[in-house]
């Protein structure tokens, strides 16, 4: 109704079938292709069927959007098997549009997050879901999905929480004497979206389950190719810690012109390189940092980046997305690397840069969601026994806490970020059959929910800075992935030569 649409009786059962962020997207399309009618039936909807089909990628409940498209009578089309050898689709790669930001942004940013989490969440099937408005005086048993806005201890050690939705706010009690429940819940962040099977009434909720919206897939994908992804980033050229020749080992033998014969030939199936942000070191990131650089000028960085990934042969497709230290702003979604800083960037035809973060589909259906990975910091901060027991040592297992969370950094003001128009791009949508994620300079797989989990290294020595906050790098490493087996490797370009690790 609030884009002047009605909907026939027939529209309107297809459409719930959707979530509600699903099925407002749809209806924002319709809108924007011009549609005169007022009256939504299936024969209009597809007679404007070829406009829509872009929406079988859109990020919002994807496997369901698939699944209105195939009630409508849709067939998706086969990719020819040759066509598929170095496929790069980009998915997605928002970017935030330049305009004035408003109280009225934030709040949309928030509301839209919480109702693509929450129809994750109802996926559930509770039969007693609430809404915080409807819980009335009389004790009873409730499931309810909120934002987590406050989290403290009590005098009598107890954990609560301050939680709301969008119709209300209330209290939840998670008591210490169920140490499971307590422990989960003590690790909550704020502004989470979980469920809570609770019992209580208005005043006061008393926590029996906490339910996580997980991204989850149900089993592992596989390509029928014989091909490697490879994933690095985190140059820091410009850097006089700028580890320059061990990154042209990396690409000599990426080129097949290094280590022994079955070294060479395991180079020539890598087909894909992730390259995930801080390519360069940056021009004033922080206090005195000209002293630590040998290149000046962000001009000067970018060209030394673009000379040496143009020695890489043409048939490796390049995915690289910024991080910090680019030529971008630092809120996040990040832009694209603009031409007028790394124009030889944009001379390569087998290059393709993406926003941060990013979601990309290669060969045998493969989506691999690129983050740069500023808000792992503060992720190590606020969760007790990451920081206690790993520290910045083990960077893959935060990753794993933004897959429990769908979201890739939940916290209000724990990084800087941008509302968008439309969503907020954080939110883990689709669910990727890989997650590559850099900033802690340290090369790992890892497993969660069928997938495939990876952090990449760097191509720089121990700054200061690291030294200051904790980071321990351990450079020139090369995570290796099969899309054919699912086999994992790590490559170690520190000496002469290359070393190969299996991690299978």
């Known amino acids: 109704m609030s884009k002047g649409f009605l909907l026939d009786k027939e529209m309107l059962g297809l459409l719930e079938s959707l979530t509600g962020e699903g099925a407002r997207k749809i209806i924002e399309a319709l809108g924007n292709l011009g549609v005169e009618e007022r009256i939504l039936t299936k024969k209009l909807f597809m007679a404007k069927f070829e406009n829509l089909k872009h929406l079988l990628t859109m990020d919002e409940g994807d496997y369901k959007v698939k699944s209105f498209f195939r009630a409508m009578g849709y067939v998706e089309p086969k990719v020819a098997e040759e066509a598929r050898e170095g496929r790069v689709k980009i998915i997605s790669s928002k970017s935030f549009t330049p305009r004035k930001i408003g109280v009225s942004d934030f709040v949309n940013h928030y509301r839209s997050r919480f109702e693509v989490l929450k129809g994750v969440l109802e996926l559930g099937g509770y039969d007693d879901l609430t809404s915080l408005r409807k819980l009335g005086f009389d004790r009873g048993n409730y499931t309810v999905i909120?934002?987590?806005?406050?989290?403290?201890?009590?005098?009598?050690?107890?954990?609560?929480?301050?939680?709301?939705?969008?119709?209300?706010?209330?209290?939840?009690?998670?008591?210490?004497?169920?140490?499971?429940?307590?422990?989960?819940?003590?690790?909550?962040?704020?502004?989470?979206?979980?469920?809570?099977?609770?019992?209580?009434?208005?005043?006061?909720?008393?926590?029996?389950?906490?339910?996580?919206?997980?991204?989850?897939?149900?089993?592992?994908?596989?390509?029928?190719?014989?091909?490697?992804?490879?994933?690095?980033?985190?140059?820091?050229?410009?850097?006089?810690?700028?580890?320059?020749?061990?990154?042209?080992?990396?690409?000599?033998?990426?080129?097949?012109?290094?280590?022994?014969?079955?070294?060479?030939?395991?180079?020539?199936?890598?087909?894909?390189?992730?390259?995930?942000?801080?390519?360069?070191?940056?021009?004033g990131h922080y206090l005195g940092q000209e002293k630590h650089l040998f290149e000046k000028t962000i001009l000067g960085q970018y060209e030394k980046v673009s000379d040496i990934l143009k020695l890489i042969r043409d048939d490796v497709q390049i995915?690289?997305?910024?991080?910090?230290?680019?030529?971008?702003?630092?809120?996040?979604?990040?832009?694209?690397?603009?031409?007028?800083?790394?124009?030889?960037?944009?001379?390569?035809?087998?290059?393709?840069?993406?926003?941060?973060?990013?979601?990309?589909?290669?060969?045998?259906?493969?989506?691999?969601?690129?983050?740069?990975?500023?808000?792992?910091?503060?992720?190590?901060?606020?969760?007790?026994?990451?920081?206690?027991?790993?520290?910045?040592?083990?960077?893959s297992r935060v990753v794993k806490e933004m897959v429990k969370r769908r979201h890739l950094a939940p916290t209000h003001g724990a990084m800087d970020y941008i509302p968008c128009e439309k969503g907020d791009p954080l939110v883990i949508s689709p669910v990727p059959d890989i997650i590559a994620t850099a900033d802690q300079h340290r090369a790992e797989f890892n497993e969660k929910n069928n997938i495939t989990l990876v952090t990449s290294s760097c191509w720089q020595s121990m700054t200061p800075f690291e030294e200051k906050v904790g980071n321990v790098p351990d450079p020139c490493k090369v995570p290796l992935l099969n899309l054919k087996t699912r086999e994992k490797k790590i490559l170690d370009f520190s000496g002469d030569g290359v070393e190969v690790n299996d991690e299978s």
């Open 146 to 283: 909120v934002s987590v806005v406050g989290k403290r201890i009590t005098k009598n050690k107890n954990l609560l929480l301050e939680v709301e939705d969008l119709t209300g706010n209330s209290v939840v009690l998670v008591n210490q004497n169920r140490p499971k429940l307590f422990k989960k819940a003590s690790e909550l962040l704020l502004d989470d979206i979980v469920a809570f099977r609770v019992s209580g009434n208005k005043d006061m909720l008393f926590a029996d389950e906490l339910i996580f919206p997980e991204a989850k897939l149900k089993g592992k994908r596989s390509s029928d190719f014989e091909e490697y992804v490879a994933f690095s980033g985190d140059f820091h050229a410009g850097s006089t810690m700028f580890l320059e020749e061990n990154l042209r080992r990396f690409v000599k033998w990426l080129n097949g012109n290094l280590g022994s014969e079955e070294e060479r030939n395991l180079a020539m199936k890598v087909r894909y390189l992730f390259l995930l942000g801080d390519s360069v070191d940056g021009v």
């Open 319 to 395: 995915i690289m997305c910024p991080g910090q230290h680019d030529a971008v702003w630092v809120g996040e979604p990040q832009p694209v690397i603009p031409k007028k800083y790394a124009p030889g960037l944009y001379e390569m035809e087998n290059l393709h840069l993406v926003a941060n973060p990013a979601t990309v589909e290669i060969d045998g259906g493969f989506k691999v969601l690129m983050y740069h990975g500023a808000s792992i910091n503060r992720m190590i901060d606020e969760l007790p026994e990451i920081r206690t027991k790993f520290g910045h040592l083990n960077p």
